[in-house]
């Protein structure tokens, strides 16, 4: 029958009382069961092998509890047949049993040689992991078998493992609620997969998986303008923001502005790097610049950077003037007003 359990028990021969009908009976008792949660009736089948005795009348079956003695004015069971069962024990309680054989006169044999048993129905624990659930990355997760039951109510030892996904370090792999945190993802997301295991103290085990489903949160990307740097005038820059990353997608787009400092051109505002020629200055000067990306979810962050442009003393332009041609004795005038220098 399912859901039973059965359990087989064979005795001895035994022998009538001398003087009485000289029966032999050979007793096996089945124990049959529903899987308990606490103590339910039970119900014991015997059976032994037939007597051929030819003034035989029919056979009695005894039980007691463990530590008591047999009644043997209360049979449990009378008949002709060679199998009985017994009727609502207490499947927590120890029963032994024993047979006798009478004949027509009502004369008893002896006992059989009894048959003891004590059911130890364990029952195979039932795991539950908890429901599948979707969490944000970056998040503290509580995996939860507390709901995860034995029939018998016995302490069951608890085992967490993961069977998909990014790994993961969990806090306590044998506790009831280990807890771990939520890897980033992509922005599809991603399945965490556990299995839970629990054992009772019988070493029954069961297994149940849950799924964790982590949902991608958009991180900002992080700037990155570049150092500051110290140039002579006249010089060709480089502004570099190819430094800038973002942790979860992809940097979209940039762009560069200047906020302070003698105006100059960029080559391409839109790229992640750009050039340009530092001015002419009279005195050391500073241009501020600012760069903004944008990443694929529409996150942004700016960031800036210094370009010190240093004086550079430039060599003036001599002018003597023109060759001359004069005569002798005539007052004649050298003229370099003309030469030049390019910082005035």
């Not at 709901?147 to 085992?159: A, C, H, I, M």
């Not at 940097?251 to 560069?256: A, G, K």
């Not at 051109?265 to 790229?271: G, H, K, V, Y």
Request: hydrophobic fraction near 35%.
């Amino acid at each position: 029958m399912s859901g039973y359990s059965t359990k087989k028990f064979q005795n001895d021969c035994v022998h009538l009382v001398p003087g009485h009908t000289s029966l032999v009976i050979i007793l096996i008792a089945f124990l049959v069961l529903f899987a308990p949660i606490t103590s339910y009736p039970t119900d014991v089948t015997l059976s032994w092998e037939a007597n051929i005795e030819p003034d035989l009348a029919g056979y009695r079956i005894y039980h007691r509890e463990d530590g008591q003695i047999y009644d043997y004015n209360q049979p449990a069971w009378e008949g002709s047949d060679t199998v009985c069962t017994i009727y609502s024990l207490n499947d927590s309680i120890k029963y032994c049993f024993v047979a006798r054989a009478f004949d027509a006169a009502g004369n008893e044999s002896g006992d059989s040689t009894e048959v003891c048993f004590q059911e130890s129905n364990n029952n195979a624990p039932t795991a539950s992991a908890g429901p599948d659930r979707t969490v944000d990355a970056g998040t503290l997760v509580t995996l939860n078998g507390s709901n995860s039951l034995d029939p018998e109510y016995t302490v069951l030892s608890y085992n967490w493992t993961q069977k998909a996904g990014t790994q993961i370090f969990l806090s306590d792999p044998a506790s009831v609620q280990p807890t771990f945190v939520a890897p980033s993802v992509s922005v599809t997301g991603e399945a965490l997969i556990f299995e839970l295991t629990v054992e009772d103290d019988g070493g029954l085990s069961d297994s149940d998986t849950v799924i964790i489903n982590v949902s991608n949160i958009n991180q900002a990307p992080t700037a990155s303008a570049g150092p500051d740097q110290t140039v002579k005038e006249r010089n060709t820059v480089t502004l570099d923001g190819s430094n800038t990353f973002d942790p979860d997608g992809t940097v979209v787009s940039y762009c560069w502005t200047q906020i302070g400092g003698i105006p100059v051109t960029l080559s391409n505002t839109e790229a992640a790097q750009v050039i340009f020629t530092a001015p002419d200055v009279t005195s050391e000067a500073s241009l501020t610049f600012k760069l903004t990306v944008v990443d694929d979810g529409g996150l942004r962050s700016e960031d800036t950077c210094i370009v010190n442009v240093s004086w550079v003393n430039m060599v003036p332009i001599a002018d003597a003037g023109p060759d001359q041609t004069v005569n002798e004795g005539v007052m004649v005038t050298l003229d370099g007003s003309n030469s030049t220098d390019s910082e005035d």
